[in-house]
């Protein structure tokens, strides 16, 4: 598989410096052209190199480099399909609430696939309600071809030579390490003028995970419970909270400031606010080595549940939590929440060392009661209370539902959540039923009256149960 592998420029001058980000200024002008002109249905059936090739003929002229501008057009096309996949995912739940005809759906599925979509009414209708028109906001990245730039060693480190803006000229930079980068490079000019060289790398697909099959709980407090009862990274819901209580301190000082900018009649003081008191080179600093630590500790979690599990059962967050609301200081921590990066780290360490995650459907796995697969208890913060009582500790109930979902044969990754909640209620009237002459409630593998008392394999036990 490929990874990205990031490396930092050595004291890069200012007129290098200054180069770069000009450069990068007129390809940033190039990337918006694309996305205002091809980002949206409009785009969907031509190529970048269709685009290129219409360019040329029409002889439009850039201010910079051919290689450069054509290399700039492909990644922004890229770009604007990716961004169409992934609204394909939420039209793909769209398309199995809107007909249980497996016929009909095939259908569907094969023309959203296909791009034939911008055809079909129904699917342009869904296409256009979540893929909405991009607009680009990069103008500081450059990025190479493979045949376009050249590598050397000098002085213990490997530098790398770039085109410039100047026909014949090249802009020389020395890196960080003695590994001297290959394939497409992206050049990305920070604020604070540090200059940051990606490229990818194949890696070779390790086969050193565990054994078991695990379900696993995505949280706040913690990055992941599993169904062991085992919490990996519990020091993430301190961090997240810290910064986000700084940052509403910060962004509400912020806030003043900018109101005292703006309604001051002296153009001096106004612009001494905003250059010296409204910047972001410093916020950004303090962000970028937070997200780094967050991400850090996500990556660390997610390797010792793949040192245990071959296949991890997760639940499918792609979808927002519309409508619901915490309360302000809940709803912006929340906010935070990082369950993006918990995702992409399952996905590559997963890949990366031979496990395999399947995605579940999530509804009501919080709600569940493990033990009996039914809506018949309560969650109330980290417990979860039982309808007979017994309390178990709300993660590790929900990592257990997951894993159970994994093999129920009722409830499929795109079920919607209303006809998820009438199964459950379906299978809790009929343990209901069949448990009026009993006096405690029972599991479908008999009566359960503590934690300690639930078997091994009660995940597979519960889903035939029913």
């Known amino acids: 598989m490929k990874v990205t592998r990031i490396l930092h420029a ?3 001058n200012q007129g290098k410096v200054g180069a770069l980000r000009d450069q990068a200024g007129r390809l940033g002008q190039v990337r918006s052209e694309v996305w205002q002109r091809f980002g949206s249905i409009g785009g969907v059936t031509r190529s970048d190199r269709q685009i290129r090739d219409q360019w040329l003929k029409d002889k439009r002229v850039f201010s910079v480099s051919a290689n450069a501008w054509k290399e700039t057009l492909r990644d922004a096309k890229g770009d ?50 979540h893929w909405k028109h991009g607009h680009n906001h990069t103008h500081n990245q450059i990025v190479v071809r493979s045949d376009n730039y050249t590598t050397f060693q000098r002085g213990g480190c490997a530098w790398i030579k770039i085109p410039g803006l100047v026909k014949g000229q090249r802009i020389a930079m020395p890196l960080n390490t003695n590994v001297e980068p290959t394939g497409t490079l992206r050049i990305i000019i920070k604020d604070d003028d540090r200059i940051e060289v990606h490229y990818t790398v194949d890696v070779e697909v390790k086969q050193d995970c ?19 009862g085992d919490h990996h990274g519990q020091e993430l819901g301190a961090i997240l909270t810290d910064t986000s209580d700084k940052l509403k301190i910060k962004y509400q ?18 612009q001494h606010i905003r250059q010296f008191n409204l910047g972001r080179k410093k916020l950004n600093r ?11 500790i996500v990556f660390q979690s997610v ?13 499918d967050l792609t979808a927002p939590m519309a409508r619901t609301s915490f309360g302000k200081n809940a709803n912006r921590r929340l906010a935070s929440w990082t369950k993006g990066v918990i995702a992409q780290a399952l996905d590559s360490v997963s890949s990366r060392r031979g496990s395999t995650v399947v995605l579940v459907n999530p509804a009501y796995t919080s709600q569940m009661d493990s033990r009996t697969g039914c809506l018949d208890g309560k969650r109330q913060g980290d417990q979860f209370y039982c309808s007979d009582g017994v309390v178990l500790q709300a993660d590790q109930n929900a990592a257990r ?34 448990l009026l002459n009993q006096d405690s409630i029972c599991s479908p593998f008999g009566v359960l009256s503590t934690e300690s008392e639930l078997p091994k394999n009660y995940p597979e036990q519960l889903c035939s149960g029913f």
């Open 303 to 315: 390797h010792k549940v793949v040192d245990k599990a071959a296949v991890i059962a997760a639940e």
């Open 80 to 129: 604007i399909t990716a961004s169409m996949e992934a609204a394909k995912v939420k039209v793909r739940r769209c398309i199995w609430r809107h007909t249980q005809d497996q016929t009909e759906q095939k259908r569907l599925f094969t023309a959203l696939k296909g791009n034939d979509w911008v055809h079909d009414p129904y699917l342009r209708r869904m296409m256009r309600k």
């Open 210 to 228: 565990g054994t078991q099959t695990l379900g696993v709980d995505k949280g706040y407090s913690e990055v992941l419970v599993d169904s062991d």
């Open 401 to 434: 539902n997951v894993l159970a979902r994994l093999s129920d044969p009722d409830i499929e990754r795109f079920t919607p959540f209303k006809r998820v909640k009438a199964i459950l209620l379906e299978r809790t009237e009929r343990l209901r039923l069949g």
């Open 10 to 12: 050595k004291r890069p």
């Open 286 to 296: 303090q962000m970028s080595k937070t997200h780094a630590r967050i991400r850090d």
């Open 253 to 270: 000082r912020r806030a003043k400031l900018r109101a005292l900018a703006n309604n001051t009649r002296n153009p001096r003081k106004r």
